[in-house]
């Protein structure tokens, strides 16, 4: 506010409009962070393509910086130790990174409940913020924690960018979630990082992470969620999102291909994570849950997803809900409207797995699964655990192992009838099928009522259903 003094002793106050400045890398500034130093909140920095060997800190500023997008510009913190992009000062959404590659990081110490001081945020790191990051490519670094992105106690917005050949050595070799961090995470792909817990992403502490329409692909673990690992009182919102080739390796006892959901521990539980409409295709583990698994004190909500062609060592070749009595820590998953598909266990529960547990699975369509026992869905120890208009067909005997409450509407059959349009499967193309269609119409990520596979439910699945009326020969 400036004060101007007029004649006969007026006095006018004059508001300042600070205006934004455009600052170029490196035509005005040789470094991203000279022009980050020199800069006022509201102003955009422009960097050209180029590799720009430096780390940089956004000080608590208001700013865009952009790079010239494709990975041409790229901010390389190799020589350097700490993260390659720091974002440490609460900084909100008016701080923004934008159309960079951002590669070599280290990462800088962080408090971890559970392993105490340890490095964390390779690529980028966020503590008590909420900046945007977004069409950024984050590969090729390695620390202990969050090699491409490490969270803490925040919850940026993250949209658009790629994660790939990241390697932590502990939690997240994508992202780690930790201390109450709720990042926005949507239309990302996580390709080949690799973690000893969550190949992809870690969420622990009471993360409660938002992850939408994002990819993940050859991720590998060494002990659970070869895609994603969920523990300590996290509850992650996880939709239409797809988990393929994902991979759990060394540890014999190790869990969940495409997600590890952990509800007990250090750091306390349950959890009450929800995945929609989301698709489990050709991930492996040693242990149980070649898809998903569930266990001491995780009670996951699991709807409309396929798992198709997971395979385990142990129990539930698809999906695993794994428990105790002593202590009393069940994982009482609920399970709707799923395909079970062609998932293979070398020992019990081909498309879906319970031990210790009361699990609700309804109007499922369990098929073609294979294991030694419970070809299909097989409940040990699971007396309460129910299961109500779902078909079966062509597993492997016996179809359902274990006892359990039959809540009605239930089928089994040697053989499935292949008619991709009966999506309820129940032998008939009718209205139910047209229901279930309608009700998933649009993008569905993998749905039963995809009928044609092409990612959306539209009009062509609609006539392919009219198509078929009637008894699915």
């Known amino acids: 506010m400036r004060i101007v003094q007029l004649s006969g002793g007026a006095v006018l106050c004059v508001a300042s409009m600070a205006t934004a400045d455009m600052l170029t890398v490196p035509g005005d500034f040789p470094t991203i962070q000279s022009a980050i130093d020199a800069s006022s909140s509201g102003d955009h920095i422009m960097v050209s393509p180029g590799i720009f060997n430096e780390l940089i800190d956004f000080s608590g500023k208001a700013i865009t910086v952009e790079g010239s997008g494709s990975g041409a510009s790229v901010i390389d913190g190799a020589g350097f130790s700490g993260p390659v992009v720091r974002f440490a000062s609460e900084e909100g959404s008016g701080s923004v990174l934008a159309n960079f590659r951002v ?57 658009d960018c790629s994660f790939r050949s990241n390697v932590s050595e502990g939690h ?11 990042p926005l995470i949507e239309r990302c792909s996580f390709e080949s990082n690799t973690a000893s817990w969550g190949g992809g992403i870690t969420n622990t502490v009471g993360s409660d992470a938002t992850i939408r329409e994002c ?50 521990g250090t750091g306390g539980g349950p959890c009450y994570p929800v995945v929609t409409d989301c698709l489990f295709e050709g991930n492996t583990v040693n242990g149980d849950g070649g898809g998903m698994s569930n266990a001491y004190g995780s009670y996951t909500t699991i709807t409309n997803c396929i798992f198709r062609e997971n395979t385990c060592g142990r129990d539930g070749g698809g999906v695993a809900a794994v428990g105790e009595n002593d202590p009393d820590v069940p994982s009482n998953v609920t399970v709707s409207d799923c395909l079970f598909e062609s998932n293979t266990a070398a ?52 179809q359902v192992g274990g006892s359990y409450v039959d ?55 609609i006539l392919i259903v009219l198509s078929a009326w009637g008894d699915c020969a």
Not at 113 to 126: A, D, E, S, T
Not at 131 to 139: A, Q, R, S, W
């Open 172 to 182: 997240g070799g994508g992202i780690y979630n930790l201390n109450g961090s709720e």
């Open 215 to 264: 990819d993940f692909i050859a991720n590998t673990t060494y002990n659970v969620g070869g895609g994603i690992f969920i523990r300590s009182s996290s509850s992650p919102t996880i939709t239409a999102c797809t988990f393929t080739n994902n991979l759990q390796i060394d540890n014999p006892l190790g869990s969940g291909g495409g997600i590890c959901v952990y509800g007990s």
């Open 347 to 398: 020992d019990r529960g081909g498309g879906f797995f319970s031990r210790r547990s009361e699990p609700s699975v309804m109007n499922c369509t369990i098929r073609e699964n294979t294991a030694s026992g419970g070809g299909g869905i097989y409940f040990f120890d699971s007396v309460a655990a129910t299961m109500g208009d779902t078909a079966l067909c062509g597993n492997s005997t016996a």
């Open 103 to 159: 590669s070599h990081g280290s990462g800088e110490v962080v408090n971890d409940p559970v392993f105490g001081n340890v490095k964390c945020g390779g690529g980028i790191l966020v503590r008590s913020g909420s900046p945007i990051i977004h069409d950024c490519v984050i590969e090729s670094n390695d620390t202990w924690g969050g090699a491409g992105m490490c969270n803490v106690s925040a919850s940026p917005t993250v949209s």
């Open 407 to 461: 809540l009605g509407g239930n089928t089994a059959n040697d053989e499935c009838q292949d008619c991709v349009a009966d999506i309820t499967g129940d032998g008939t193309v009718g209205v139910d099928d047209m229901l279930n269609l309608i009700a998933n119409f649009g993008p569905c990520g993998g749905c039963a009522a995809d009928v044609n596979g092409d990612g959306v439910v539209g009009v062509d699945d």
